[in-house]
């Protein structure tokens, strides 16, 4: 339930956009909580956006409006829409699961680049 595999990351400019994806494998996607973080050079990992097993979402005052996160349980797929993007977006995006009925497990994926020019 804990192996991760991120994609989608990219070279933009800004305002573009980019639809980031995290493929979880395992048979327990669905009971998840599933983040997604970023890092940029010199900066402390910061959480972008969650949702819950749910479907409740919650997003960093620096990307409301602008980024989506959603959820396949089908998949066993994670979303992050980035819209509008800013030249601070520019980070290492990681994905993350934590399953609170499983020990309270938590697990993360390698991380893919996004980076957007000016």
């Known amino acids: 339930q804990g192996q991760l595999v991120e994609s989608g990351g990219g070279l933009v400019q800004a305002g573009g956009s980019l639809r980031l994806s995290c493929v979880a494998s395992?048979?327990?996607?669905?009971?998840?909580?599933m983040s997604w973080y970023r890092q940029a050079p010199g900066n402390e990992r910061e959480l972008v956006a969650t949702i819950t097993n749910r479907g409740t979402t919650n997003y960093a005052d620096s990307v409301k409006g602008r980024f989506a996160i959603s959820r396949d349980n089908v998949k066993n797929t994670v979303y992050l829409q980035t819209n509008s993007l800013k030249p601070e977006d520019t980070a290492v995006y990681y994905c993350?699961?934590?399953?609170?009925?499983?020990?309270?497990?938590?697990?993360w994926g390698q991380g893919t680049q996004v980076t957007v020019s000016s």
């Open positions: 993350n699961a934590r399953y609170y009925s499983l020990g309270d497990k938590t697990y």
């Open positions: 395992g048979s327990f996607f669905s009971i998840a909580t």
